[in-house]
C-alpha cells in the first residue's frame, strides 16, 4: 500500500523555467513533509520540508507547497538549473510514526540547457 | 568532514554468507535509522535506535540485526544472504528529541549477493 505516490517517474525543463515536482499522500496522519534530491551513487540530501501547520515553505530558489484537503503537496524550482537535474523523492512522516519518513518512488528531473 | 559514513560502499558476496555494514554520524544525532532501496528504487525504512534502543523494526527478516554499540553508530549484520537482499541500504541520523524530522543519509551501501 503506497502511501505517498509520485505519479511523474520523469519530467524534462529548459533552464531557466520553472520546475513543478507533484507528490500525493493518503495516511491523514501525515503532519510533516521533505523533499530529497537524490543524485546517482550518493546519498539522498535534505531539500525542503513543511509542516502541515503551514501551506507554504520557501527556500531561496525552492518552494513547497502543501494543500491538506487535498492530500497533496508540490515543489517549485524556479529558475531550474542543470545541476538541478537528480531524483527528487517526496517523503512524509508522523510523530506518532516515531518520525519514520515514508517516501514516494521519485521523480527524475532533467533540466536541459 | 562526512556527517554519516558507511562503509563498505560496495560489497558482492554470495548466497548463505554473512556481512556487516557500517555507519558512523558525527552530527550529534540522538536517533538513527537503515533504509532499503530496492530495484524499482524504492526506500523503504527497515530500523530505527534512538539513544542506543530499537524503536522501528519493519516487519524484516530476523536474518537482519542491526547493532547500535553508541549513539553515533548503528552497524547492520545480515545472514545466511539471499539473492532478494541484493539493494542499496541507506544509514540515515537525525535529531528526534529537538523535534527534527529531517534524516541526513549516508552515501549507501550497494549490496550484491551472487
Known amino acids: 500500500d503506497q502511501q505517498v505516490k509520485q505519479n511523474s517517474p520523469s519530467l524534462s525543463v529548459q533552464e531557466g523555467r520553472i520546475s513543478i515536482l507533484n507528490c500525493d499522500y493518503t495516511?491523514?496522519?501525515?503532519?510533516?513533509f521533505l523533499w530529497y534530491k537524490k543524485y546517482p551513487a550518493e546519498g539522498p540530501t535534505f531539500l525542503i520540508s513543511?509542516?502541515?501547520?503551514?501551506d507554504k515553505n520557501e527556500d531561496g530558489r525552492f518552494t513547497v507547497f502543501l494543500n491538506k484537503s487535498a492530500k497533496h503537496l508540490s515543489l517549485h524550482i524556479v529558475p531550474s538549473q542543470p545541476g538541478d537535474s537528480a531524483v527528487y523523492f517526496c517523503a512524509a512522516s508522523a510523530k506518532a510514526g516515531f518520525q519514520k519518513l515514508v517516501f514516494g518512488t521519485g521523480t527524475r528531473l532533467l533540466v536541459s540547457p | 568532514d562526512t556527517a554519516v559514513s558507511q562503509t563498505p560502499k560496495y560489497l558482492v558476496t554470495q548466497m548463505g554468507n554473512d556481512k556487516s555494514i557500517k555507519c558512523e554520524q558525527n552530527?550529534?544525532?540522538?536517533?538513527m535509522y537503515w533504509y532499503k532501496q530496492d530495484s524499482k528504487k524504492f526506500l523503504k525504512i527497515m530500523f530505527s535506535y534512538n539513544n542506543k534502543e530499537l524503536i522501528i523494526n519493519e516487519t524484516v527478516p530476523n536474518r537482519f540485526s542491526p547493532k547500535s554499540p553508541d549513539k553515533a553508530h548503528l552497524n547492520l549484520h545480515i545472514n545466511s544472504l539471499e539473492l532478494g537482499d541484493s539493494a542499496v541500504y541507506f544509514c540515515?541520523?537525525?535529531?528526534?528529541?529537538?523535534?527534527?524530522?529531517?534524516?541526513?543519509f549516508g552515501p549507501g551501501t550497494r549490496l550484491t549477493v551472487t
Open positions: 495516511n491523514s496522519m501525515f503532519d510533516y
Open positions: 540515515a541520523s537525525s535529531q528526534v528529541l529537538a523535534g527534527g524530522y529531517e534524516q541526513y
Open positions: 513543511i509542516s502541515s501547520i503551514k
Open positions: 552530527l550529534g544525532h540522538d536517533t
